[in-house]
């Protein structure tokens, strides 16, 4: 890697995270906008925004090759503090909200150590894969459905819920196994002389 490489994704000033950081900021106006205004139209609005923004900062990233460390940190951290909070708005009217969002925080509390693990064995941060960006709308769209049609059946609204519960859990299964492969090939990297040392070992036993 080049050193203008190594400038860029250290870099913290870029114009994707300072959409991921406005993402951030969204957040109580979403709560304000659900919980205290009680506005459907415009607690949708904000989260469309938000959506809007998160799919604008990735392209812009990988578009305009401003792709950065704080950024795979930033954007992941605005998507989920975003989608724990709704799904606690939704808590407040829809008591099974309580699944996906127990499911959510066990899913960001494992990943959360295992990243941190990753990161100080091989030195990498390594950005979401498709499982999360799946994960990620589905939670947005069953989200901005209970908003827009808070009579939902039941029956329809628990299908939903289901599904992004599913996803969690799929989700968390996949990066574990990735996490755990990552880990393995950094060990492996570290002690590239140990099989032939253990054979040479055996061979002098002989």
Not at 152 to 175: E, N, R, W
Not at 194 to 199: D, F, G
């Amino acid at each position: 890697m080049t050193e203008r490489e190594v400038e860029k994704e250290n870099k913290i000033v870029t114009v994707p995270n300072a959409m991921s950081a406005f993402r951030i900021l969204l957040i109580p106006a979403i709560v304000w906008a659900y919980c205290w205004r009680r506005s459907a139209g415009l607690t949708m609005a904000l989260l469309v925004l938000s959506g809007a923004t998160d799919i604008a900062d990735g392209y812009i990233a990988r578009r305009f090759h401003m792709v950065s460390n704080l950024g795979k940190i930033l954007d992941p951290v605005a998507d989920k503090l975003t989608q724990g909070v709704i799904l606690l708005c939704l808590l407040t009217r829809f008591p099974a909200m309580a699944g996906p969002l127990a499911v959510l925080i066990v899913k960001e509390g494992i990943m959360t150590v295992s990243g941190l693990v990753v990161i100080r064995k091989t030195g990498e941060i390594h950005g979401a894969v498709w499982h999360g960006k799946v994960t990620t709308w589905l939670l947005y769209g069953t989200a901005i459905l209970h908003v827009i049609w808070p009579d939902i059946p039941k029956a329809a609204s628990l299908v939903l819920i289901f599904v992004c519960t599913g996803f969690i859990l799929l989700s968390l299964v996949l990066y574990s196994v990735r996490n755990w492969r990552l880990l393995r090939a950094a060990k492996t990297e570290r002690e590239p002389g140990l099989p032939e040392q253990a054979a040479s070992g055996q061979a002098r036993q002989l």
